[in-house]
Nanobody, 124 residues
Framework: QVQLVESGGGLVQAGDSLRLSCAVS????????MAWFRQAPGKEREFVSS????????NYSDSVKGRVSISRDNAKNTMFLQMNSLKPEDTAVYYC?????????????????WGLGTQVTVSS
């Protein structure tokens, strides 16, 4: 059974940076394409960024493009999300997701495994 555990969230001020991590256990991370999603109170879960199994292809939502960088270290079974120039509208619970396959989709429905999330709060 695959488990995903997010970490790195917290309370920061606008303009600050955070680095989220997602640790994969139960099966090698290299088997998965992965993504980050987020969900703010009262809103639907939305796509943030995705990365293919080898890191060869990445995608970002328009709302974070230019401020966020996704990466992975398969040797450490970990995925990362570096977030810079954080804004209050980035406040949400951030979830990592994984799917077996070469394609990293932006739709949540295609992901089989999910972490429990890490809270990111950005104050103005």
């Amino acid at each position: 059974q695959v488990q995903l555990v997010e970490s790195g969230g917290g309370l920061v001020q606008a303009g600050d940076s955070l680095r989220l991590s997602c640790a994969v256990s139960g099966r090698p991370a290299i088997d998965y394409s992965m993504a980050w999603f987020r969900q703010a109170p009262g809103k639907e879960r939305e796509f943030v960024s995705s990365i293919t199994w080898n890191g060869g292809r990445t995608n970002y939502s328009d709302s974070v493009k230019g401020r966020v960088s996704i990466s992975r270290d398969n040797a450490k079974n970990t995925m990362f999300l570096q977030m810079n120039s954080l804004k209050p509208e980035d406040t949400a619970v951030y979830y990592c997701a994984a799917r077996v396959g070469a394609v990293a989709y932006y739709l949540a429905m295609f992901y089989d495994y999910w972490g429990l999330g890490t809270q990111v709060t950005v104050s103005s």
